[in-house]
């Protein structure tokens, strides 16, 4: 390891970042790794895949903790409401402003906390207008990736409905604008690239893990 740089595995493990919220970053690494390797537009990769493994390093303050509590094994969920707790403490309640300290506090590069800052569904229409390719990929591959595996874009964002869809603020016809814009960027990304959205699976990010769980942060 490269003097002034920290391996994401010992990053997680000083956030206590849990195994369910570890997989879905890393997945969202994984998504990123392949899209960008099969563009043919320039991409910073360092850049785009230590953003997609920091991203949402502060989300344990929106868990529930009452769903998907497998995720939260080998420690246990009442080991995480704690863990929450000492967030809820030290960063506020806001899960993103959590993730932007985190990173300033690692010392992140500011291309990478720029991708972060920009990520969120809300923020589709500023995303697609500003034709930045590397926050686009990391935010299409953050839509990617469901609890449990990466899924259609068709499969998330009815994920998504179904999750939202009773809380408040939730409106169907901002939810169909945000579709028609995430169908919009990925068209674009997967016109610079030879592959199909469809060849983007569990199976082919897998191949990646290991590369991703020896990843090093550069400060």
Known sequence: MRLNSMLITEVYDQYQIHQGLREHMLRVAGVVAQIADSMDQPIDRTVVISAALLHDMGNILKSSLDRFQDMYEPEGVEYYRKVKEAFTDTYGADEDVATIAIVTELNICQPVVAIIESLGFARAQEIFEERNLEKMLVFYA????GPYAVLSLDERLEDIKERYQHKRGYDDQEYARRVTL??????????????KPTEVTNQTVARYRSELLGWELNQ
Do not use: A, G, H, T
């Not at 953050?142 to 990736?145: E, G, K, L, N, P």
């Open 142 to 145: 953050d839509m990617r990736v």
């Open 182 to 195: 995430m169908k919009q960027i990925e068209q674009k990304l997967f016109s610079y690239s030879p592959i």
